[in-house]
C-alpha cells in the first residue's frame, strides 16, 4: 500500500485567496501562538526538541536544538536574532516560495513563535530579490498580523514584543549559505564567514542569532497546535513529521506532494503520475542539483536524512528533478557545473579555480574537443573541491560530477569520440518553435 500523502502546510492551498489572514484564522490559524504565549520560553524548545522537527533546508539539524544554543541567563545580555534563510536558489527547489505565495501566514506566525522562544525582539525574513510577487504577498502578509494584533507592541496582552521585517536580498547563490547571508543581511557582499563563532553566539550584528530555513519556521505553528505525538506519528522515528517534495522535469505531473519523510520516490512517482509518458527513468536528484545523483535502482530507497545518507546521498532540499533516458547527463552536469562556476563568490582557491576549469572541460566534452585523460581530470578537479571549499558550494558542485561519473563512465566516454551523441530537442518539454519533434 502506499504511503499516504500528509497535506499540512498545503492542506488549503486550493481555498480561495488562501493567502489571507481571514482564510488562514479559518483553518486554525494563530492558535498555536496563543497556545505557545501561555508556555514559557523554554517549553517551547523543549516541545519542539521533543518533536524532532529537523531543518527543512538541507542539512536536516534538529531545530529545537538549534534554538538550545542561543545563550541565556547572560549577565549583560546582547539582543537575540531570528532570521529566516527564505533565499530558496538551489537548480530544481521549488518548495519556499510556492509555500510564500500560497500560505505566507504559516511562516509568520511560526516567526513569532520561534522568536518568543528564543528570546527576540526582532526577526528577519531574506527573500530573493528577483520573486517580487513574493515579497509583496509577504509584505501584506506581515502588515495584516500587524493590524491583527500579532506582531508589535505587547502581543495578544501578553507583554511579548516582537517585529518582523521582510528583506529583498541580491539574488546570489551564495547568500543561501547562512553565514553569507548574514553579511548580506548586514549590507555587506555575501560571503561565508570562518566559523567559529558560530551565528548562536556571534550571528547578525554580532549577537546571537538563530538561522532557520522557511519550511523549519513554517512547520512550527502545526508543531505547536497538534503536539509531538500527532508530529511523530508522520515520517521515521529518525526524520519525524511531513515535509514538502518538489517533483520536477520527466514527469507526468510536475508539483508539490507534502508527505511523511520516508516516503519514496517510487511512491511519489505514482502519485505524479508516472516519468513522462512513453519514457523511463535515467538519473534523478534527490535534494537538487548539488546532491549526489542517483538512479532507478534507488527508488525504493526511503526519503529521508538516514535512507539518502545509506546510499551516498543527501536529502538536501528535497527537489526531485526527474530525467528519462533522453536526457545526456554531461549535457545536465555541465549546466549545473556552469551555474556553480557563475555563483561561486571567489572567496577560496578551491571552488573559485576548480569550478572554472570544470566549466572548461565539460564545454570540451559536449563540443567534440574532449580528450582521453578529460574524465580523470574531472574527478581529480571535483575531488580537491570536495570538503577542500570555504563553504558547502563546492560540496555541490562537485557532487554531482563524481556521482555521475561512478553511474555514467560510459556515457562520457561517449563524448570522447564526436561530442554528444543526444539529441537535445528530444528531450526538452517543449520544442523550440520551428524544431521539428
Not at 508539483?255 to 523511463?280: C, F, K, N, S
Request: charged content about 20%; proline content about 8%.
Amino acid at each position: 500500500m502506499s504511503t499516504p500523502l500528509t497535506p499540512v502546510l498545503s492542506r488549503f492551498w486550493d481555498a480561495d485567496s488562501a493567502w489571507t489572514l481571514q482564510t488562514y484564522e479559518r483553518h486554525h490559524g494563530y492558535r498555536a501562538l496563543r497556545k505557545a504565549l501561555a508556555m514559557t520560553p523554554d517549553e517551547v524548545i523543549n516541545l519542539v526538541k521533543e518533536s524532532g522537527l529537523r531543518g527543512r533546508g538541507g542539512a536536516g539539524f534538529p531545530t529545537g536544538t538549534k534554538w538550545s544554543f542561543i545563550p541565556q541567563n547572560e549577565p549583560n545580555p546582547k539582543p537575540h536574532y531570528l532570521v529566516i534563510n527564505a533565499d530558496e536558489s538551489e537548480p530544481g527547489t521549488c518548495k519556499d516560495i510556492p509555500l510564500l505565495m500560497t500560505t505566507p501566514h504559516f511562516l509568520v506566525e511560526g516567526a513569532i513563535i520561534a522568536a518568543y522562544a528564543i528570546r527576540a525582539r526582532h526577526a528577519f525574513v531574506y527573500v530573493r530579490g528577483e520573486v517580487v510577487p513574493v515579497l509583496r504577498r509577504l509584505q501584506a502578509a506581515v502588515a495584516e498580523a500587524y493590524a491583527a494584533g500579532y506582531l508589535g507592541r505587547n502581543i495578544l496582552g501578553s507583554g511579548v514584543d516582537v517585529d518582523l521585517v521582510v528583506h529583498a536580498g541580491a539574488g546570489a547563490y551564495i547568500c543561501g549559505e547562512e553565514t553569507a547571508l548574514l553579511d548580506s543581511l548586514e549590507g555587506r557582499r555575501g560571503q561565508p564567514r570562518l566559523r567559529p563563532p558560530f551565528p548562536a553566539v556571534a550571528g547578525l550584528y554580532a549577537c546571537p542569532t538563530v538561522v532557520n530555513n522557511v519550511e523549519s519556521i513554517a512547520s512550527v505553528p502545526p508543531v505547536v497546535l497538534g503536539g509531538t505525538d500527532w508530529f511523530r506519528s508522520m515520517g521515521t522515528d529518525k526524520s519525524p513529521g511531513f515535509t514538502l517534495y518538489s517533483l520536477s522535469g520527466h514527469v507526468n505531473r510536475p508539483g508539490q506532494y507534502e508527505a511523511p519523510l520516508g516516503i519514496t520516490l517510487r511512491e511519489l512517482l505514482d502519485y505524479a503520475g508516472g516519468v513522462r509518458t512513453g519514457h523511463t527513468l535515467k538519473f534523478w536528484t534527490p535534494g537538487g542539483s548539488s546532491t549526489p545523483l542517483l538512479t532507478p535502482e534507488h527508488l525504493d530507497v526511503p526519503l529521508d536524512y538516514e535512507g539518502m545518507a545509506s546510499v551516498g546521498s543527501m536529502l538536501g532540499t528535497k527537489a526531485l528533478q526527474i530525467f528519462d533516458e533522453t536526457t545526456c547527463v554531461v549535457r545536465a552536469v555541465r549546466r549545473w557545473t556552469q551555474f556553480y562556476a557563475h555563483e561561486s563568490c571567489g572567496k577560496c582557491t578551491p571552488c573559485r579555480e576548480g569550478t572554472y576549469w570544470l566549466a572548461q572541460i565539460y564545454q570540451r566534452l559536449e563540443t567534440g574537443r574532449g580528450e582521453p585523460d578529460d574524465l580523470d581530470k574531472l574527478d581529480e578537479i571535483a575531488d580537491a573541491i570536495l570538503g577542500k571549499a570555504f563553504c558547502a558550494l563546492g560540496d555541490g558542485a562537485a557532487s554531482p560530477i563524481m556521482s555521475s561519473l561512478n553511474w555514467f563512465r560510459a556515457e562520457y566516454e561517449q563524448h570522447l569520440s564526436g561530442g554528444c551523441p543526444f539529441d537535445p530537442v528530444a528531450s526538452m518539454l517543449v520544442a523550440p518553435e520551428g524544431v521539428p519533434r
